[in-house]
């Protein structure tokens, strides 16, 4: 059996032909910025991954989407870098348009499945998974299942405060660790990630100070998941954990100076995410699994 994995991210659009966890096919569009746009090309690129496909082998198509959905998981409510979706029932009109099981999730839980049933958290019992990239997101698998919480917005550790009196937040609060742990934070120092990562490469001490002080409040941040909900696994994906080896130390210094239990401090492991750039469409395949 078959399932189609589409990762809807802000600029991209990833796209994944996933048969027994397995990536058969693989394939990338620039995201349309219209609605009518973007189901287009969920159309016509899920028609070419399954070309040469009997529709009885394809269990369905998964869709992962930015920002927050509703509990019911069958609405967008409002993603602040893809406005053409809110409050748009995505799931039910991709499922009119294909004739194929569909189901929706947030990108970030996205990733955290998909690491945890078969990336960095396999065989793992309680995977933390972070993404880190414009924004942070999270995630949370259980038993290889999704922790949603009482109201389908459990994991959201972008927005848990770091710093009481902080910088102000998009989502209205402050001091969230989103400030400090995204590329907002690379921004404030001058430059996107990708060029502190460069001159990191070659060794500039600036960027990888720069590195440093990322990694304290990430690992601050890292550190009070911990404390609250106990992971055997925290995975560690997005653009920023490219540079992921010039701040994993100072992360690991935070958990060690503020992780309560002798034993998390001592046995949590804290990995790279597997699958790259394509760990969120993978785990939209696995929603229909
Ligand atoms: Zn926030």
New binding site residues.
Partial sequence: MYSVGVDIGATKTNFVLVQRGKILKREGVLTAKNQKGLLEAIEAVSEDLLSGISRSEVKGIGLGVPGPINKERTEILNPPNLTSLSNQPLAKIVQGHLRLKTKMENDANCFALAEARLGGGKKSKVVLGITLGSGVGGGLVINGELHKGAFGAAGEI??MTINYNGLK?????QG?L??YASEKFFLRKGAYPQAFQEKAQKGDKRALNVYQEYGRYLGAGISSAINLIDPDVVVIGGGISSGYKFFIKSVQAEVALRVISPSARKYVKIKEAQFGAWSGAVGAALLVD
């Fill in positions: 972008g927005h937040c998009s989502c209205g609060g969230c989103e400030q």
